[in-house]
């Protein structure tokens, strides 16, 4: 952008008038190249706000579509966009709201082969992913990019807030070496969020990004800011450099993005269960011996929607009640995806039952083939 125009000025008038922001800071602001990696929960309020703050170019990396299941917090999108690739929707909805801010779209997973090429490009990098690889990809980047990160998660009522900047503080490693079992790591889907928390820890993503463009106040560098909505109360934790990093330490060992999909592996779980389709399982409860489906989920999900006849063990209460299955009888196991679904065969095998199944796709997959229950 060559100036600010008349346009301009009255568009941005409320925050031109600020003091820390200026004609000189809207102008560095719509010189701004800002990625976000995710445009759901976080990447949607963090995408309105930076648009209508006058980003000059907003990237966004996203590959899904919009599912109605996303509308009550991915405030980007409307009910009528529900099948959408969300970036379509996403670029339609930012360009209406601001002509001016330049949307990339990526319509890409992220990858060790491309994370680099996608991200180099841009100032200010912000992770609204919802899971580990992703994050630990994007921190990669960023540290071998010697770029800041803007970094926010949520999970039902918490969320935690911070900027990794290797160049003058910690990275995410430093935080957190290494990524957890994703079995441990329920999802939104699996665990519940409320829309509220992505939309609040989104906002401070913005205003985070918006400091860093314009220089001022005192950026989350070295600090992990963790919220709890239901008690409606803030904490402050510092987080210190480590001087063993693998990234950005002293001795650095990765020198290239790595991909963390396999790190995640829980060794609880047994890649070689054996599995069954949905459309298989169907054919089976239709015939005249048809296997107990074992259901490990919450209450809370079986109430939503569960596979007709099944029974509902939830899987903390799984080792307790073992006394109520027979090992004799043919038991297919579910959950909503799959993660909770292998730990509970893996329980159950181990405690002498041999003919388990694994639903392929869990109950997410029988209520895409079937529909919900009327």
């Not at 600020?18 to 809207?26: A, K, W």
């Not at 963790?226 to 001795?251: I, N, Q, S, T, Y």
């Not at 169907?282 to 569960?306: I, K, N, T, Y």
Request: proline share 8%; glycine share 8%.
């Amino acid at each position: 952008m060559a100036g600010l125009s008349p346009e301009d000025i009255q568009r941005y008038s409320r925050q031109i008038i600020l003091p820390e922001v200026t004609e000189s800071g809207q102008q560095q602001l719509a010189d701004a190249r800002v990625l976000c990696v995710g445009a759901g929960g976080l990447g949607s309020p963090l995408a309105l706000y930076l648009a209508a703050a006058g980003i000059g170019t907003l990237g966004l990396v996203d590959f899904d579509r919009v599912d109605l299941s996303n509308i009550q917090r991915q405030v980007l999108y409307a009910s009528g966009d529900v099948g959408r690739p969300k970036l379509e929707a996403a670029r339609e909805r930012l360009t209406a709201l601001n002509p001016a801010t330049r949307v990339v779209a990526h319509p890409v997973r992220l990858t060790s082969d491309n994370v680099m090429a996608t991200c180099q490009d841009y100032d200010i990098l912000v992770d609204g992913s919802d899971n580990f690889p992703t994050r630990y990809l994007l921190n990669d980047a960023a540290v071998l990019l010697g770029k800041p990160l803007v970094h926010a998660s949520v999970f039902r009522f918490e969320g935690q807030l911070s900027v990794f900047d290797a160049t003058r503080g910690p990275c995410y490693r430093c935080l957190f070496p290494e990524p957890p079992p994703e079995a441990l790591v329920p999802s939104c889907a699996e665990g519940g969020v409320l829309g509220m928390l992505p939309g609040i820890l989104g906002c401070m993503q913005a205003l985070e990004v918006v400091k860093l463009v314009l220089s001022r106040g005192e950026p989350l560098r070295g600090r992990l800011l963790m919220f709890d909505g239901l008690a409606m109360r803030w904490r402050e934790l510092p987080v210190a450099k480590d001087p063993d990093c693998p990234l950005c330490g002293d001795k650095r060992t990765i020198h290239s993005p790595q991909d963390m999909a396999s790190m995640q592996k829980d060794s609880t779980t047994d890649t070689e269960l054996p599995r069954i389709s949905v459309q298989e399982l169907a054919r089976q409860l239709a015939s005249g011996q048809p296997p107990v489906v074992l259901d490990v989920r919450e209450p809370a999900e079986f109430s939503l929607a569960h596979i007709p006849g099944a029974r509902l063990i939830p899987l903390a209460e799984l080792p307790g009640r073992l006394d109520e299955l027979n090992p004799d009888h043919s038991y297919v196991v579910t959950c909503q995806k799959g993660p909770r679904g292998e730990r509970a065969c893996s329980a159950l095998r181990q405690a002498g039952f041999s003919r388990l199944l694994l639903l392929e796709g869990g109950v997410e997959a029988w209520v895409a083939h079937h529909g919900f229950p009327p």
